[in-house]
């Protein structure tokens, strides 16, 4: 049961016992008798309905419905990843987790706040991005990393504002996480001379974190090059590692600073099962975060291989290039199906497009299916050669934003 589905109210507000009481005494939910063994379950309510409670096993999300944002959000989500604890894989080492995580907007004052310290100083919101990275604990090998970045950004025509340390605190991790654990920075992006809108940032972000990559893991082996770009957005910002649910909050500091504000935040405990659990895997990811398997993995690997050199979109011009690979091998499935989620979306799809192109519904026997949404599926899986396997997603950049080949 997803954790947020029982939350009826900001949790910062949740009701003490003896308001609980009064409450179920006012009839919002069902009193425990004596003897009555029956878990309490609370009766439909605002968003929640029990017959959902199946949903987002392991996943919570708690946003503010007029974008205020706040950071009792982030608060709050932390809690609800404490809730969701049990979800959460343990190894022989009691204090070492499968991964745990938060997505959250980007924070504007609190950077603003560390800039300042720093010594440097942010321009406006949203005209900036924040690379949140893992990085090697090798002083020469990150200094290298370092001017890679500086050369790609400075050839993007943006400008490297600066680097930051992140601050945090292992001391609540397990004996056998610690010497597995990176290096953490960030590096904060301005648009340069470049007018780009919000979209179009986002973008070039994106293309310039995919060049950044193929750069270093050809200098070095990926799986040994201890280099991971968490997220480089201009939007929004991931917290994550190998991590229990009560270890994020106090592993990242700043994640309870009071000017760590967000209007929205998503959190995830993850269970591995195909994997074997790295920082890297821990969710969320820059575009979902998922539980669950998707069993046609080595096929849609293939497929979106085989399709890189027909793959066109007028969103990436000359440069899609610089996108290969979109999947790395030795990742997760949800790992490879964020890289092609990312893709579809930043090369032109709107989201909820992407989405049902990679996750179609069963609609070739839908009687109930109206006619309009069927022809959709019907075409976009008539674009994969006639073949009709789910997730098969490299054709998809062969079509322009509104589906038309």
């Known amino acids: 049961m997803s954790a947020i589905t029982s939350v009826h109210r900001p949790i910062s507000q949740a009701p003490s016992r003896s308001d609980a009481s009064d409450h179920d005494a006012c009839g919002g939910g069902r009193v425990m008798e004596r003897g009555d063994i029956r878990p309490v379950v609370p009766a439909p309510q605002g968003l929640y309905d029990p017959a959902l409670d199946k949903d987002s096993c392991g996943v919570g999300f708690i946003a503010d ?48 706040k560390k800039a300042t310290e720093l010594g440097f100083t942010l321009p406006a919101a949203g005209d900036y991005a924040v ?9 020469s090998w990150r200094g290298e990393i370092q001017a890679v970045f500086a050369e790609e950004i400075a050839r993007e025509g943006m400008r490297l504002v600066g680097w930051r340390d992140v601050p945090n605190d292992n001391s609540c991790l397990g004996q056998s996480v610690k010497p597995t654990e990176p290096f ?10 470049r007018n780009l809108d919000a979209d179009e940032f986002e973008r070039r972000l994106y293309i310039l974190r995919k060049t950044i990559s193929g750069r270093l893991y050809k200098m070095r082996e990926r799986r040994y090059a201890g280099y991971y770009p968490v997220s480089i957005s201009s939007r929004t910002l991931i917290y994550k590692g190998m991590f229990l649910a009560d270890q994020l909050g106090r592993y990242y500091p700043d994640l309870r600073d009071p000017d760590f504000e967000s209007a929205l935040a998503l959190v995830h405990q993850r269970f591995s099962t195909n994997t074997f659990p790295t ?34 979109s007028p969103f990436y011009g000359d440069d899609i290039h610089r996108l290969w690979p979109i999947s790395y091998e030795g990742q997760s499935d949800t790992a490879c199906f964020d890289n092609a989620l990312e893709f579809l979306v930043q090369g032109g799809y709107p989201l909820a497009h992407a989405v049902m192109m990679m996750i179609p519904e ?22 994969d050669s006639g073949r009709r396997h789910r997730h098969k997603v490299a054709p998809a950049a062969r079509q322009d934003a509104a589906g038309r080949p």
């Open 362 to 383: 069963a609609w070739a026997a839908n009687s109930l299916m109206d006619d309009e949404r069927r022809a959709f599926y019907e075409y976009n899986a008539a674009l």
């Open 65 to 112: 419905i007029k974008g205020r944002r706040s950071h009792a959000i982030v608060a709050d989500a932390l809690t609800i990843l404490l809730n969701l604890e049990h979800r959460g894989a343990v190894g022989a080492d009691p204090r070492a987790g499968d991964g745990a995580g938060i997505l959250v907007q980007l924070p504007h004052r609190f950077f603003a």
């Open 184 to 193: 953490h920075q960030q590096v904060f992006i301005g648009k340069g001379d």
């Open 279 to 312: 920082w890297s895997l821990a969710h969320p990811y820059r575009m979902i975060a998922h539980n669950g398997e998707i069993n046609t993995l080595r096929g849609n690997l293939n497929w979106m291989a085989a399709r890189q050199s027909s793959a066109r």
């Open 131 to 139: 690379g949140v990275l893992f990085m090697p604990r090798e002083d």
